[in-house]
C-alpha cells in the first residue's frame, strides 16, 4: 500500500538515476535508500515527498538519499566521487567547484598520476 502512494517518488528516483536504490517497506514503513546524482536531484526528491506529505506527518517513510557533493553530514568536510567513463580530474573539480589539483592531493594513496583515473575508482572529494 506505502508503495502505491509514494510511487511517484520511487519513479522519480529511478528517473534521477539514483544509484543503489532500494525501496522496502517493513513495519508500515516505506524505507528509501540511495545515492542521488546531485545535490539538486535529493531536493527534487524531498520536495515530491513534501508533495505527496505536505507536512511530514504520517511517518510512513525514512528515506536516506545521500548525494555525492556532500550533503554536510559528511564529518570530514569533503565527499566521495565514483570515476564515470571520460572523466577527468578537472571534470570532477569543475563539477564540485574544486581544483583538480586538490582532488589529487586528496587522493595520493590511490592515484600516483593525475591523468590515470579509472572508472569505478571512489575518489575523495575535499571541500572547495
Given at each position: 500500500?506505502?508503495?502505491?502512494?509514494?510511487?511517484s517518488?520511487?519513479?522519480?528516483?529511478?528517473?534521477l538515476?539514483?544509484?543503489?536504490?532500494q525501496?522496502?517497506?517493513?513495519?508500515g514503513?516505506?524505507?528509501?535508500d540511495?545515492?542521488?546524482?546531485?545535490?539538486?536531484?535529493k531536493?527534487?526528491?524531498?520536495?515530491?515527498?513534501g508533495?505527496?506529505?505536505?507536512?511530514?506527518?504520517s511517518?510512513?517513510?525514512?528515506?536516506n538519499?545521500?548525494?555525492?557533493?556532500?550533503?554536510g553530514?559528511?564529518?570530514?568536510?569533503?565527499?566521495?566521487y565514483?570515476?564515470?567513463?571520460?572523466?577527468s580530474?578537472?571534470?570532477?573539480?569543475?563539477?564540485h567547484?574544486?581544483?583538480?589539483?586538490?582532488?589529487?592531493?586528496?587522493?595520493?594513496d590511490?592515484l600516483?598520476?593525475p591523468?590515470e583515473?579509472?572508472?569505478?575508482?571512489?575518489?575523495?572529494?575535499?571541500?572547495?
Amino acid at each position: 500500500m506505502l508503495m502505491e502512494k509514494y510511487q511517484s517518488l520511487i519513479d522519480m528516483a529511478n528517473q534521477l538515476g539514483v544509484s543503489g536504490l532500494q525501496v522496502v517497506e517493513s513495519d508500515g514503513v516505506l524505507k528509501v535508500d540511495g545515492v542521488a546524482g546531485s545535490a539538486e536531484a535529493k531536493q527534487q526528491l524531498w520536495d515530491e515527498y513534501g508533495r505527496i506529505d505536505p507536512d511530514y506527518r504520517s511517518g510512513d517513510v525514512a528515506m536516506n538519499i545521500t548525494a555525492p557533493e556532500g550533503d554536510g553530514s559528511s564529518s570530514s568536510g569533503g565527499s566521495t566521487y565514483t570515476v564515470q567513463a571520460g572523466d577527468s580530474l578537472s571534470k570532477i573539480g569543475s563539477k564540485h567547484g574544486v581544483s583538480w589539483q586538490k582532488i589529487f592531493d586528496a587522493n595520493r594513496d590511490k592515484l600516483n598520476d593525475p591523468d590515470e583515473i579509472q572508472p569505478g575508482q571512489e575518489l575523495t572529494i575535499p571541500q572547495g
